[in-house]
């Protein structure tokens, strides 16, 4: 649902619906909301409230969640030109937010004389999100901030509702309301309490969901609503922010495996770093950016030729978990492992590494007619670190790979 658009009918078209008694004098009110334009606001700098991840502690894969951090007013304000428009702007698949300028006014007629006796401006900033790490949940949470008001004039008589709403879609079953309703207060209530924020709480249950990783969608609205007038309610609705649920049992940390991802967030990026598995990033760094000195060899019409994608600037990859394609990528990659580096594979705390990923479907399997992937024996304990960080990340996105759902991530090599 798009914002509305200007007032149809401004302070000067105001009329008196005609001479008499009954109909002398007449107070209308109006409301418009309209895209922000990028600023700062006085106590826009503290950030919104979220759950974090703690330490896992006494998981028994030993991974310890780094939490999401979460945004401000003003870093939502920021990215105005992108919170203004459609879902909104997200800083990651669990955060996001919204930002609009909302303008209403009461227009006072006496006769066919009117006249706009007072108006109140505020900014609009939702904030949405969903839990990370070990408190995964298909819970969806908004804050609503209200606030930076600006009055002229007289609004008495005027009030002002909010409230958001959780609407399932696509088949979807039930978004449950677990805490927030509408919030009505008069306008000039509003202006003296000053920057206000509203909670509110859903849930997509595990049974609203289909397939085997019980997918389910709903759209996340705010909505304003201004009475007083005599020309009855006038209401504006926001843009959908639409939010994914699911129960994928291979996605980590068994306790929470349940969780919601904003799924039109930008693709994320997987970072592996040298300092921490320096071989297998090297190994990624070659393909990425030497694909031709790498293992094993390509041609193309008899031509040299490999095309290696996952790079930031590239084709993403594809998170793949069926198990059986896995296992299909790394036996294809074990086998040209032993052709391409005898001697060196099989051997003691060497393990075969290969990228694409196994667990893609960009693995060896799909891409093996041109070879385009590589192989390379490394270290054991450095190829299976960066495996068990690049599973963290999966975890942490909520990266689907089964019932036809091969969620887009990118790979970039760091120091």
């Not at 009117?114 to 070990?134: E, H, I, N």
């Amino acid at each position: 649902m798009a914002v509305a658009g200007a007032l149809l009918l401004g302070a000067g078209g105001a009329q008196a619906a005609g001479p008499g008694p009954a109909h002398r004098h007449i107070s209308r009110v109006y409301l418009t909301v309209s895209p922000e334009t990028p600023k700062k606001i006085p106590g826009g700098n503290v950030p919104f409230k979220r759950q974090t991840a703690p330490g896992s502690g006494s998981r028994p894969d030993a991974i310890t969640p780094a939490p999401l951090d979460s945004i401000s007013v003003n870093d939502c304000l920021a990215h105005a030109a992108t919170s203004s428009r459609g879902n909104g702007w997200a800083s990651g698949r669990h955060d996001s937010c919204q930002s609009y300028h909302l303008h209403t006014w009461k227009v006072d007629c006496d006769w066919w004389f009117c006249s706009q006796v007072g108006s109140a401006d505020a900014d609009l900033v939702d904030y949405q999100f969903t839990p990370d790490g070990k408190f995964q949940s298909r819970h969806i949470y908004v804050e609503q901030f209200i606030g930076n008001w600006s009055r002229k004039g007289e609004m008495s008589g005027i009030n002002l509702t909010l409230n958001t709403t959780c609407r399932p879609t696509q088949g979807s079953g039930p978004c449950q309301t677990n805490l927030g309703s509408p919030t009505t207060e008069p306008v000039d209530a509003w202006v003296a309490l000053g920057n206000q924020y509203n909670w509110y709480y859903f849930e997509q249950p595990k049974s609203s969901g289909v397939g085997n990783a019980r997918v389910s969608y709903a759209d996340l609205s705010w909505h304003l609503l201004v009475t007083g007038g005599e020309n009855g309610p006038v209401t504006r609705d926001g843009p959908n922010s639409q939010v994914r649920c699911d129960s994928a049992s291979y996605i980590l940390y068994a306790s929470g495996g349940e969780g919601c991802v904003f799924p039109w967030a930008p693709v994320p990026t997987w970072t592996i770093h040298r300092s921490a598995t320096p071989e297998a990033a090297q190994n990624i760094y070659e393909a990425q950016t030497r694909p031709l000195t790498t293992q094993p060899p390509s041609t193309l019409f008899g031509v040299p030729f490999k095309l290696i994608v996952g790079a930031p600037s590239t084709y993403p990859l594809h998170r793949d978990a069926v198990a059986d394609h896995i296992e299909a990528h790394r036996t294809t990659a074990q086998q040209a492992c032993r052709r391409f580096f005898p001697g060196r594979y099989p051997a003691p705390h060497t393990d075969c590494d290969e990228y694409p990923f196994a667990s893609t479907t960009e693995g060896s399997v799909n891409y093996g007619n041109f070879r385009n992937y590589v192989v390379k024996p490394i270290d054991s304990d450095d190829n299976q670190a960066a495996g068990r960080d690049l599973g963290l990340f999966y975890a942490t996105e909520r990266l689907l790979g089964d019932d036809g759902f091969n969620e887009p991530f990118h790979v970039s090599v760091q120091p």
